[in-house]
Antibody, heavy 122, light 111 residues
Framework: QVQLQESGPGLVKPSQTLSLTCTVS????????????WSWIRQPAGKGLEWIGR???????KYNPSLKSRVTISADTSRNQFSLRMNSVTAADTAVYYC????????????WGQGTMVTVSS | QSVLTQPPSVSGAPGQRVTISCTGS?????????VQWYQQLPGTAPKFLIN???NRPSGVPDRFSGSKSGTSASLAITGLQAEDEAAYYC???????????FGTGTKVTVL
């Protein structure tokens, strides 16, 4: 079955760029049927979930307007991976970052990675 | 940024029925966008529980059911079991924000 795995640095300095990669196994991110959107979601410790953005197999992206100015999501279909870059990070960006698959037909984030903790600190 | 409001906690004895509310507005649930529910066990990633069509992924028992009315939605858990002790989040889409949104989360405690 499809599995997602996040990877990247666990510690980022303030004002620098956070970079994470999600590796997808058991399925191709290039497949356009069914329709899937590959997403990033984060969760600060003890708090709720915040959708960051998504990418479709065509390369089309959509971002949360509250983060749009700082976020870029890209995909590498040859490696079956998609990535998140967030610049100018502050302590408020400290959170567990999840990658997830959104199933357009089912209308839900149906598969999630285990999450990776990112701390922004000098 | 949570625009969907849930009660912080609900509790019930084993075997009882509990419901979790998710209150939104005219730009999300009230606009007709579906509501999905996720279960998050401590220290783990959220797990998809049920979608707006009341479809559950394989392995999710039919003790979980969802409903929607107006600008609110609810998740019902019948026959509450110890393994149901977790945080639960609702999720929808907000037209005004142009973003997927999640609820504030509800901690279910089995007494």
């Amino acid at each position: 079955q499809v599995q997602l795995q996040e990877s990247g640095p666990g510690l980022v300095k303030p004002s620098q760029t956070l970079s994470l990669t999600c590796t997808v196994s058991g399925g191709s991110i290039s497949s356009d049927t069914p329709t899937y959107y590959w997403s990033w979601i984060r969760q600060p410790a003890g708090k709720g979930l915040e959708w960051i953005g998504r990418i479709y197999t065509s390369g089309t992206t959509k971002y949360n307007p509250s983060l749009k100015s700082r976020v870029t999501i890209s995909a590498d279909t040859s490696r079956n991976q998609f990535s998140l870059r967030m610049n100018s990070v502050t302590a408020a960006d400290t959170a567990v970052y999840y990658c997830a698959r959104y199933h357009y037909g089912g209308g839900a984030f149906d598969i999630w990675g285990q999450g990776t903790m990112v701390t922004v600190s000098s | 940024q949570s625009v969907l409001t849930q009660p912080p906690s609900v509790s019930g004895a084993p075997g009882q029925r509990v419901t979790i509310s998710c209150t939104g507005s005219s730009s999300n649930i009230g606009a007709g966008h579906d509501v999905q529910w996720y279960q998050q066990l401590p220290g783990t990633a959220p797990k998809f529980l049920i979608n707006g069509y009341n479809n559950r992924p394989s392995g999710v028992p039919d003790r979980f059911s969802g409903s929607k009315s107006g600008t609110s939605a609810s998740l019902a858990i019948t026959g509450l079991q110890a393994e149901d002790e977790a945080a639960y989040y609702c999720q929808s889409y907000d037209t005004s924000l142009s973003a997927y949104v999640f609820g504030t989360g509800t901690k279910v405690t089995v007494l």
